[in-house]
C-alpha cells in the first residue's frame, strides 16, 4: 500500500525559504512519479513541480521557475520540495502525491495521481 507523509510547512516572511518533505513507502520510482500541487483557498489545484515516472524528468510550473527545486533521497525515500524567495502568492496547502506511468509534463497535472498526502500549509505573510 502506498503512503505518503509531508512535512515542513509553516509561516514565513516574503523572501524567505521552506523545505517540504514528502516521506514515501510502498511503490517503484521505475513505475511511479512524484509531485508535488498546491491549492490556495477558492483556487483549483495546481501542479508546482514533479519527478515523472523513472526520475527522468523535473518539471516545474512557470510561476515557481528559478525559486523551487524538486529532489529525491533514495536512501529515505523522501521527496523534497526546496521553496526560496516565497511570494505571498505562494501561500496554499501544499500536497504530494504519486500515480504510476505518468511520463512527461504529464505529472504536473493532478490527472493520474492515485495516493495524496495530508496536505501542510505554506502561508507567505509580512
Known amino acids: 500500500q502506498v503512503q505518503l507523509v509531508e512535512s515542513g510547512g509553516g509561516l514565513v516572511q516574503p523572501g524567505g525559504s521552506l523545505r517540504l518533505s514528502c516521506a514515501a513507502s510502498?511503490?517503484?520510482?521505475?513505475?511511479?512519479?512524484v509531485g508535488w500541487f498546491r491549492q490556495a483557498p477558492g483556487k483549483e489545484r495546481e501542479g508546482v513541480s514533479c519527478?515523472?515516472?523513472?526520475?527522468?524528468?523535473?518539471y516545474y510550473a512557470d510561476s515557481v521557475k528559478g525559486r523551487f527545486t524538486i529532489s529525491r533521497d533514495n536512501a529515505k525515500n523522501t521527496v523534497y520540495l526546496q521553496m526560496n524567495s516565497l511570494k505571498p502568492e505562494d501561500t496554499a496547502v501544499y500536497y504530494c502525491?504519486?500515480?504510476?506511468?505518468?511520463?512527461?509534463?504529464?505529472?504536473?497535472?493532478?490527472?493520474?495521481?492515485?495516493?495524496w498526502g495530508q496536505g501542510t500549509q505554506v502561508t507567505v505573510s509580512s
Open positions: 519527478l515523472s515516472t523513472n526520475d527522468a524528468y523535473t
Open positions: 502525491a504519486t500515480g504510476p506511468n505518468l511520463f512527461g509534463s504529464r505529472c504536473l497535472l493532478t490527472h493520474g495521481y492515485l495516493t
Open positions: 510502498g511503490f517503484s520510482k521505475d513505475r511511479y512519479a
